[in-house]
C-alpha cells in the first residue's frame, strides 16, 4: 500500500507562483513514475505532467516552459514537487498527484490551486 499526502495548494495572483509537493510513502519500492493531473469545474481530469523514477518527463502543452516536475528519488519513499510559474487564471483547479506502480496506480485527495486577481 502506498499513501500520499499532498501539500501546497492556495490562492495566487495571475503571474505568480505556486509549489505543489506529493510525499509517497509505504510500498513506494514498486513506484516508476509519479505525476499531477488536474480538474477545472465541470471540465474533464486532465494530464499535467509526470516524471519518471529515472527523471524521463512528460508535459501538458498548456504548462510546457512554465511548470516543471521533480522527483526526489529514495529507498524507502517517494516525493514530486511540481514547480508552476507565471500562472494563468485558466491553470485554476483541483491539482491530484498520481503514483503509478508495478502493482497499483494511487491517487492523491487533491489540492485546490485558484489563479486570481
Known amino acids: 500500500q502506498v499513501r500520499l499526502v499532498e501539500s501546497g495548494g492556495g490562492l495566487v495572483q495571475p503571474g505568480g507562483s505556486l509549489r505543489l509537493s506529493c510525499a509517497a510513502s509505504?510500498?513506494?519500492?514498486?513506484?516508476?513514475?509519479m505525476g499531477w493531473y488536474r480538474q477545472a469545474p465541470e471540465k474533464q481530469r486532465e494530464l499535467v505532467a509526470l516524471?519518471?523514477?529515472?527523471?524521463?518527463?512528460?508535459?501538458a502543452d498548456s504548462v510546457k516552459g512554465r511548470f516543471t516536475i521533480s522527483i526526489d528519488n529514495t529507498k524507502n519513499a517517494k516525493n514530486t514537487d511540481l514547480q508552476m510559474n507565471s500562472l494563468k487564471p485558466e491553470d485554476t483547479a483541483v491539482y491530484y498527484c498520481?503514483?503509478?506502480?508495478?502493482?497499483?496506480?494511487?491517487w492523491g485527495q487533491g489540492t485546490q490551486v485558484t489563479v486570481s486577481s
Open positions: 516524471i519518471t523514477t529515472g527523471g524521463n518527463t512528460n508535459y
Open positions: 498520481k503514483v503509478d506502480s508495478y502493482l497499483k496506480d494511487y
Open positions: 509505504g510500498s513506494t519500492y514498486n513506484i516508476y513514475r
